[in-house]
């Protein structure tokens, strides 16, 4: 059964920076395009940025590009994002899944826990 482990999420002032970390379990997803997306109070989910299984290729939704990096270790089997210079309107449920890096379609339709991250003004 494949699980995956959001963390680092967190309260953080405006312009500050966090790192997520994604962990799989259950298979190794070295072979698989691996994306982020996230969920505000009483909105969809939507992409924030997918990375290609070599780690070589990467992809942003337009309001993150310059501040988010997504990167992989694909011998832990982790997936991160490092967000800096963050605003209050990037606050959500960060989640991770595993997609297709052509679509960015999440391949999985169970989801973890997330990680809630909070900017204040």
């Known amino acids: 059964q494949v699980q995956l482990v959001e963390s680092g999420g967190g309260l953080v002032q405006a312009g500050g920076s966090l790192r997520l970390s994604c962990a799989a379990f259950?298979?190794?997803?070295?072979?698989?395009?691996m994306g982020w997306f996230r969920q505000a109070p009483e909105k969809e989910r939507v992409f924030v940025a997918r990375?290609?299984?070599?780690?070589?290729?990467?992809y942003y939704r337009d309001s993150v590009k310059g501040r988010f990096t997504i990167s992989r270790d694909n011998a832990k089997n982790t997936v991160y994002l490092q967000m800096n210079n963050l605003k209050p309107e990037d606050t959500a449920v960060y989640y991770c899944?595993?997609?297709?890096?052509?679509?960015?379609?999440?391949?999985?339709?169970?989801w973890g826990q997330g990680t809630q991250v909070t900017v204040s003004s």
């Open positions: 899944n595993a997609v297709n890096w052509n679509t960015g379609v999440p391949a999985f339709g169970s």
């Open positions: 259950g298979r190794t997803f070295s072979s698989s395009a």
């Open positions: 990375i290609s299984w070599s780690g070589l290729s990467t």
